[in-house]
């Protein structure tokens, strides 16, 4: 599965627009990554629960997508694009959102 931010794939043309497609992840850090990250935040630096934690969520967003896209007959996404927000105390949530498309190569010549 080829999946890019960009709208076009250099080298490939799009034969197929299956629409759009998301993944999304909702993660939660525990009491104990909280009191971890409340004692970064005091001392200073980059707080590397909330990295970790980011980081796996976005990881679990992108499949997400990659899985509704080969669901929907897709061979690639264009248009990439990742949203983080937070709700409540502690939740992180990452939506990832492209268009779901088939590509073939192009023919050279």
Request: proline share 3%; no cysteine; net charge negative.
């Amino acid at each position: 599965m080829i999946v890019t931010t960009t709208p076009s794939i250099p080298g490939y043309r799009i034969k197929w627009v299956l629409g759009v497609v998301t993944g999304m992840s909702v993660r939660t850090r525990g009491f104990l990554g909280r009191m971890a990250a409340g004692i970064e935040a005091i001392v200073g630096g980059a707080s590397s629960a909330y990295v970790t934690e980011l980081k796996k969520a976005r990881d679990e967003a992108l499949s997400d997508l990659i899985n509704s896209a080969r669901q929907m007959g897709a061979n690639a996404v264009v248009g990439l694009d990742f949203e983080t927000s937070e709700v409540l105390e502690g939740f992180i949530i990452v939506t990832a959102t492209g268009t779901a498309v088939e590509v073939e190569p192009e023919q050279a010549g």
